[in-house]
């Protein structure tokens, strides 16, 4: 069946590093990658996304970078800071109506 | 603008009772609707979606049953709760149509069965 794998499971940085989450994914028809933070206790909360037609997304500190022929997409964080410790989850589309979620990533900004 | 809510935002109920949880959307119609499960420290589990009032389609076999009597609300139940369904439950919309559009999340319920 559809699948959405992630790694790593848990990422330790220093202040100020860059952070990389990569996912891969099965369905080769998958044409919508969203990617979700999630502090403690709360809701998942989008935080970017990308569509099949284009290979990198930007929105300050964030991006994301789709190779559609390796069914790879990842997550970079440049500059980080405490307040991006959580957990990042990544997804594609899957069939029709759902997203296919990826494990989670725990990342842990160190000051 | 659009807008998900679900309550209770906690419970705690014993092993043997039953369930019902709600979740409403505001601002949008005929939205899909999903049920999530999260165990501690864990992954989204997708229990059911719906398309429409009606429409639900169950991801897998447990103890719960989703119900979507109006275009906006959808319902989570189950008539004799296992200690196994403890967990944080999110209910989140999207606009229906074409594959490419997020899912949107409410602020969830955490249930804690005794």
């Known amino acids: 069946g559809e699948n959405v794998e992630q790694h790593p499971s848990t990422l330790s940085v220093q202040e100020g590093d860059s952070a990389v989450i990569k996912c891969t994914y099965s369905?080769?028809?998958?044409?919508?990658f969203p990617w979700y933070k999630q502090e403690l206790g709360k809701r998942p909360q989008l935080i970017i996304d990308?569509?099949?037609?284009?290979g990198e997304k930007k929105d300050q500190r964030i991006a994301v970078t789709l190779n559609k022929t390796a069914k790879h997409f990842s997550l970079h964080i440049t500059e980080t800071q405490p307040e991006d410790s959580a957990v990042y989850f990544c997804?594609?589309?899957?069939?029709?109506?759902?997203?296919?979620f990826g494990a989670g990533t725990r990342l842990a900004v160190h000051p | 603008s659009q807008t998900i809510h679900q309550w209770p935002a906690t419970l705690v109920q014993p092993v043997g009772s039953p369930l019902s949880l709600e979740c409403t959307v505001e601002?949008?119609?005929?939205?899909?609707l999903y049920w999530y499960r999260q165990a501690a420290g864990r992954g989204l589990q997708l229990l059911f979606y719906?398309?429409?009032?009606?429409?639900i389609s169950s991801e897998v076999p447990q103890n719960l049953s989703a119900s979507r009597p109006q275009d906006r609300q959808f319902i989570l139940s189950s008539k004799k709760l296992l200690l196994s369904d403890s967990g944080f439950y999110l209910c989140?919309?999207?606009?229906?149509?074409?594959?490419?559009?997020?899912?949107?999340f409410g602020d969830g319920t955490r249930l804690s069965i005794l």
């Open positions: 990308i569509r099949s037609n284009v």
């Open positions: 989140a919309w999207r606009a229906p149509g074409a594959r490419g559009e997020p899912q949107h």
């Open positions: 369905d080769s028809a998958s044409n919508y």
């Open positions: 601002g949008t119609s005929n939205p899909n």
């Open positions: 997804a594609s589309a899957g069939g029709y109506n759902k997203l296919i």
């Open positions: 719906s398309v429409g009032i009606g429409q």
